[in-house]
């Protein structure tokens, strides 16, 4: 899961999508990760507004730090989804030739008028109900598509 900071959108998706694997017994199976196109927060809590509002929802992003996008994800991760058409530009600049194909657009898996979870950072607080509940449509979408894809036979 990529954003560019790594402490609003992608450690909520990372969070979601990790608790649905584990519902689904499937941890040993799926790894998550999440990570920024950006630097500027390295190291740091996602922020306290997701942390709060992943809570309302039973989701816990305490133990999440962020860290920046690096060249040995491309080869290590399956699907690298980004959040927005930014994250997904700047990847694609990154990502060598033979691996672009792991790169996609986190909501392409909803069905839904989303293609992109809106940047909460700068907004007020309703956004980070949005980034929820389109986080967790993708999830459920992205766990069943991965369960025919990848997991089936
Ligand atoms: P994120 O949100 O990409 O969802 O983690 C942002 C976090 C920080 C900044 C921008 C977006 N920033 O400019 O510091």
Redesign the pocket.
Known sequence: MV??????????AHGVFQQRVESAGLAALIEVDSA?T?D??LGEK??VR?RKAAQQRGYNLSSLR?RQVRSDDFERFDYILA?DDN?LRDLQAQCPAPLQHKLRLFMEFADNNYLS?P????GDGEGFQL?LNLVEEAADALLNHIRKQDLQG
């Open positions: 954003c560019l900071g790594n402490i609003c959108r992608s450690p909520t920024g950006g500027f927060h996602p922020d997701s962020a959040m994250n979870v940047d909460p950072y700068y980034v």
